[in-house]
């Protein structure tokens, strides 16, 4: 049975989190029950292949505040989080990482803060301690160059570890594109923001799992979902080159009539001109090639995530179906055909 709406929701996606699992849940429980209001914390279990799932489950049988959410497959930590959004009823949810790098004391501040009244309280990575100079380095980066180029301001040094409050919620669940890039939806809602600072520390047990191939991906969803910049860049660099021929014709006629040397007839040079040439064009060519995929993925309108189960979870929250026009029109046909059948 499903007691009365919680006023928080903690949302905590895990993939292969085994170790972290029980002390997360202890640091939670110790916070959540020290502000005094109700709360749930839904585990999605992101195809983990440890024993994430087991540890999860003993969690939920031991406490039925702590609910699941079993995807079929690994979807991805921005998936993960997402469907955790879907199925929040909390009147402010906590998004945190399950690997104890964000930690839950800070909750207590974030609270203070929304009920101050801010929508939404980041929390803000003053320091990071335990990840190698590389990752600390590209993720700066990263935020630095996703903030100029996109028409949204995502607050520098920012993860996924926030509060947002119920309006906040519901808008970013309104928005269903399939790349997600979660900090990024919630600046473009809106709504009143601030932040709390911390030191991110080392994870408890286990590795990283967001590869660099994965962080690119990110870096990628951040940008082209956010910003039409990487396709506009083709015409400066067009007007450049139009600019270097222009100059470079009169200049080749004038240094050809008045030099009797063999001038620029090498066939490096014209080699080495063409290469530059092509690499910018393939370059452009994966540019828009990254936001033509995004539109297929948007054409097929597959459901963001699937789920093999829930654990404490009321069924009417399953979020709706996607329905195609197609779709649509047939059912709409098939109900016709039905009514008239019976009457
Ligand atoms: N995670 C997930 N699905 C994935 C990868 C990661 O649900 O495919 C979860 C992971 O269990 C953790 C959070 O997302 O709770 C952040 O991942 P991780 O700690 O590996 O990223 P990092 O902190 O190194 O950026
Ligand atoms: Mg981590």
Do not use: C
């Not at 400066?236 to 222009?246: D, M, P, Q, R």
């Amino acid at each position: 049975m499903i007691e009365e709406t919680p006023i928080f929701s903690v949302v905590a996606p895990v993939h292969n989190e085994e170790g972290n699992l029980f002390e997360l849940y202890r640091r939670i429980r110790d916070v959540m029950d020290g502000l005094g209001e109700s709360w749930e914390l839904i585990m999605v279990n992101d195809g983990s292949t440890d024993n994430s799932f087991e540890e999860m489950l003993a969690l939920h049988q031991q406490d039925p505040r702590v609910r699941l959410i079993n995807f079929a497959r690994n979807f991805g930590h921005q998936t993960a989080v997402t469907a955790g959004m879907d199925f929040s009823r909390g009147q402010a949810v906590i998004l945190i990482d399950a690997d104890l790098q964000d930690p839950p004391k800070l909750i207590v501040d974030m609270v203070k803060k929304w009920r101050e009244g801010y929508h939404v309280v980041y929390a803000v990575r003053a320091k990071r301690e335990g990840e190698s100079p590389f990752k600390v380095w590209t993720a700066k980066l990263f935020y630095r160059l996703t903030n100029s180029i996109t028409n949204i301001d995502i607050p520098l040094d920012t993860g996924d570890f926030r509060l947002m409050d119920r309006r906040v919620v519901n808008a970013v669940n309104s928005l269903r594109e399939h790349n997600r890039f979660i900090r990024g939806m919630t600046s473009w809602v809106g709504f009143r923001q601030t932040g709390v600072e911390y030191v991110r520390k080392p994870r408890m047990a286990g590795e990283t799992k967001y590869t660099l191939r994965k962080m690119l991906n990110l870096a990628l969803d951040g940008i082209t979902g956010f910003s039409y910049f990487p396709l506009q860049v083709a015409i400066y660099i067009s007007f450049v080159l139009a600019v270097l021929a222009v100059l470079a014709l009169p200049i080749i006629v004038v240094l050809r009539l008045a030099t009797t040397e063999a001038f620029l007839e090498g066939q490096a040079t014209t080699l080495s001109v063409l290469l530059i040439l092509s690499a910018f064009q393939f370059l452009f060519f994966f540019i828009m090639g990254q936001y033509i995929a995004r539109i297929y993925d948007e054409v097929r309108a597959r459901p963001l995530y699937v789920i093999a189960d829930t654990y404490g979870l009321p069924s009417q929250n399953v979020p709706p179906r996607v329905v195609t026009p197609v779709q649509a029109a047939e059912e709409h046909s098939h109900n016709i055909s039905e009514t008239s059948a019976t009457s």
